[in-house]
């Protein structure tokens, strides 16, 4: 099965894979702000009880927050691809992807052949 059979499944997960990202995006900057209120009073950089500096903290989320943020832009990428037609194609080999993995990864790029090789 392809693209081509299934494009309202292929359309429905990447709108669920970015709106829930927007949503990842949306609680990590709250979270990003809440680390940042608290810690604005003091330039110490106290020590929680379970021994991670807050600034340790801050930077965790602020790398989650650009991990999100970088995931989203996939998505908007594959959105593009699908409107202009080459959505589902192997950037390596041009072979066609098959639409369980695009369903499951709806930003992939690769085949799974030329996803390994690249990783090796």
Do not use: K, N, W
């Given at each position: ?12 997960a ?41 600034a ?65």
């Amino acid at each position: 099965m392809s693209v081509e059979d299934r494009p309202h499944a292929v359309e429905a997960a990447l709108d669920f894979e970015a709106q829930r990202t927007r949503g990842r995006i949306v609680a990590l900057e709250r979270d990003l702000t809440a680390l940042q209120d608290a810690t604005a009073d003091s330039p110490d950089d106290e020590h929680d009880p379970e021994g991670a500096t807050i600034a340790f903290e801050r930077q965790q989320v602020a790398s989650l927050l650009a991990a999100a943020r970088s995931r989203l832009a996939e998505l908007d990428d594959a959105r593009a691809r699908l409107e202009l037609g080459d959505y589902g194609r192997c950037a390596d080999c041009g072979q066609a992807i098959p639409l369980e993995r695009l369903l499951a990864r709806p930003a992939v790029r690769r085949c799974a052949g030329c996803e390994a090789r690249a990783e090796r």
